[in-house]
């Protein structure tokens, strides 16, 4: 498994939100290439990159994106926040990320999904941004009345990059993660798994390797020092 930074950008700088609120920003770094640096210097090697205002509608950072895609060659990076239409798919892949992230349009709308699949085969991960059990969309501020489980079994046959699983109610807390969930999904999906929400200490990323998941996307407690970051790279960048 790898443990993967996570750079949420907001009005141009890198944040950290306590439960994906607005208002409870904690963590801000002026110039996301400042962490993307960080993280480099100690072997990480994977990122994941989300557009916290294009999701929510409230701009974009595509700007910003770009400095980190070009940085260094041979990284990998994830890169979602309201990706809704082909084009846009298009325009993240063409400028440099390893994976594109869908997640709102992909939940609403699963014969766009299963075009942008095959038209990009392997190279589409699916958000299932899930609250108790479940799938939330629109940045965390709508209900799909979906059960992860019924979301599951749709994607299962389309041929994606992997499921990016988050679970929102242990977002930013720094509580621990949601390992039952992650269980459950990873069981369910012959897709990669990559976990977030709550990692907190190294025990949760071997329970989650442990688990069967791909990668982990770890935010806060990276950010806050409260996980020892030169240690999560050694053991898992």
């Not at 329970?207 to 240690?231: F, P, Q, R």
């Amino acid at each position: 498994m790898i443990a993967i930074p996570a750079i949420d950008l907001r009005e141009g700088a890198c944040v950290q939100l306590v439960g994906g609120s607005y208002d409870a920003e904690r963590v801000r770094v002026n110039d996301p290439l400042d962490a993307l640096k960080k993280w480099r210097g100690l072997g990480f090697k994977t990122f994941h990159v989300v557009d916290l205002d294009a999701a929510l509608g409230k701009g974009s950072n595509l700007e910003v994106i770009s400095r980190l895609l070009t940085y260094e060659p041979g990284l990998t990076f994830t890169v979602g926040g309201g990706v809704r239409d082909t084009a846009r798919v298009e325009a993240v892949l063409a400028s440099g990320a390893s994976f594109v992230v869908v997640g709102t349009r992909a939940i609403e709308d699963t014969a766009w999904l299963s075009d942008v699949a095959l038209r990009f085969p392997g190279k589409v991960v699916v958000a299932a941004d899930v609250k108790g059990r479940e799938v939330v969309t629109r940045g965390w501020t709508a209900g799909s009345a979906r059960d992860v489980s019924d979301v599951l079994s749709v994607l299962e046959p389309l041929p994606l990059g992997g499921l990016l699983v988050t679970a929102v109610h242990k977002e930013g807390q720094m509580g621990g993660v949601d390992l039952p969930l992650m269980q459950e999904v990873v069981r369910s999906s012959r897709h990669r798994i990559y976990a977030s929400g709550g990692v907190t200490t190294l025990e949760d990323l071997r329970a989650l390797a442990e688990a069967g998941a791909h990668g982990a996307v770890i935010g806060m407690a990276l950010y806050t020092g409260k996980l020892d970051a030169a240690s999560v790279a050694r053991e898992f960048a």
